[in-house]
């Protein structure tokens, strides 16, 4: 061997060396680091939690972003921004039809002319991304005395619309067991429907006048 070759191997060993020494140095820096320290067991499961959390939560509101997305996309498709909205609560998403949209006049008899845009939110409902969605039905009236032989109160009326419009869904592919309605009658306005001294507010009664449909995860 050359004493070119044999400096060069020399040197390469005394590389190794001096490297293998910094890491051992590192190492035993490190475990007495760790000796020295005390691990909070009860912060880090809060930590653990929190994080655990947080994912769990991206995966819910990822979803529920998306479906509130598409909602939106189809009413607007539909142009009726006007008697139909989205929005959120604490739950999940809430979709918002005006009675007058969705109904004949003192009736629960679904106007023909809503069932394309119904037709297009219970496909996007179906979706198996969606599937194990909870839906609730909710029906609302306003303020002004329901009294006829077929809904003798603002409750008959609201109940009936929920369920007319609960087997609508039905009819169109949502699996009843997903389903549920409640009537609420006039007991949850959106908005006033009247002012302080009586005085009724057409434009606002008209707005809780309506049909609410609540996703949300189950």
Known sequence: MSKFAKHNKEAAEDWLLSYADMITLLMAFFIVLVSMSKIDAGKYEEVQAGMAKDVGNREVTKPLQDLKSE???????????????????????????????????????????????????TGTLSQKRFENYQIEIQGHTDDTPVRTQQFPTNWHLSAARALSTLNLL?????????????????????????????????????????IEIHIYPR
């Open 71 to 121: 909602l939106l996309g189809e009413v607007a498709g539909a142009g009726v921004e006007d008697s139909v909205d989205v929005g959120k609560d604490d739950k999940g998403i809430v979709l918002n039809l005006a009675s007058g949209a969705m109904f004949k006049p003192g009736s629960a008899d679904i106007r023909p002319e809503i069932l394309p845009l119904i037709k297009e939110i």
């Open 170 to 210: 039905a009819e169109l592919g949502i699996i009843q067991s997903r389903m549920k309605i409640a009537a609420l009658a006039d007991t949850a306005p959106r908005v006033p429907n009247h002012s302080d001294s009586g005085k009724p507010y057409p434009e606002n009664q008209a707005i809780n006048r309506r």
